[in-house]
């Protein structure tokens, strides 16, 4: 059963410390998207990527966040140093050129203390 | 620039009711459209998909969607509401394979016994 893989599920971090989000997206797709959910904001993408290249990031604060993609199989995503604010569920999502649909993660659910 | 409107946050219905949840997207062609539904704390799990062909569209779980071009609509519908479809549901777009998906804020569904 193929699903994009996320971990870790829950992480509470203190305020200033680094957090390291990872996802393994479906073997075979080739883009992979990071969203944020909060309750004030809803659902907003931070960024994604095409072969491992970033396409848009427009949508992530740029002096703390950070979105790479070492290898096909494993995307990441950075906050440091981490706040408050940044609290909320982290998605990453995957899809192939082929599909129309993008398959989601079970999200990481971060709590900056 | 794409936009996709949820104009209904909350919407309480009697299990066994009909169930009507409205979407609007703003694009000058037409977009891909998606529903998607998530569980408290899970992911977003795709209920159905149009790009193209017959306008009403049908998907998991006994839904369908009917794609309107002159009220710029992808309304969603279940014609008998059980109690596990209590969620929260996201209509999407994107402009075709290769673009970004813009989400809705989301509509929470409630079912009473």
């Known amino acids: 059963d193929a699903r994009v893989t996320q971990t870790p599920r829950h992480k509470v971090t203190e305020m200033g410390q680094e957090v390291t989000m990872r996802c393994q997206p479906i073997?075979?797709?080739?883009?992979v998207f990071w969203y944020r959910q909060t309750m004030m904001q809803g659902l907003e993408l931070l960024a994604y990527f095409r072969n491992r290249a970033p396409l848009d990031d427009s949508g992530m604060p740029k002096d703390r966040f950070s979105a790479e993609m070492p290898d096909a199989t494993l995307a990441t995503l950075k906050i440091q140093p981490s706040e408050p604010r940044d609290s909320a569920v982290y998605f990453c999502a995957s899809d192939k050129q082929e599909n129309t649909e993008a398959f989601f993660g079970q999200g990481t659910r971060l709590t900056v203390v | 620039a794409q936009s996709v409107t949820q104009p209904d946050i909350h919407i309480t219905v009697s299990e066994g009711a009909s169930l009507e949840l409205r979407c609007n997207y703003s694009?000058?062609?037409?977009?891909?459209l998606f529903w998607y539904v998530q569980s408290p704390g899970q992911g977003l799990q795709l209920l159905l998909k149009?790009?193209?062909?017959?306008?009403l569209v049908q998907g998991i779980k006994g839904f369908e969607a009917e794609f309107k071009r002159s009220q710029s609509s992808f309304n969603l519908r279940k014609p008998s509401v059980h109690w596990s479809d209590a969620a929260e549901y996201f209509c999407a777009s994107r402009r075709d394979n290769f673009n970004k998906f813009y989400f809705g804020s989301g509509t929470k569904l409630n079912v009473k016994p």
């Open positions: 073997l075979g797709h080739n883009t």
């Open positions: 149009y790009f193209s062909g017959d306008t």
């Open positions: 694009y000058g062609a037409t977009p891909y």
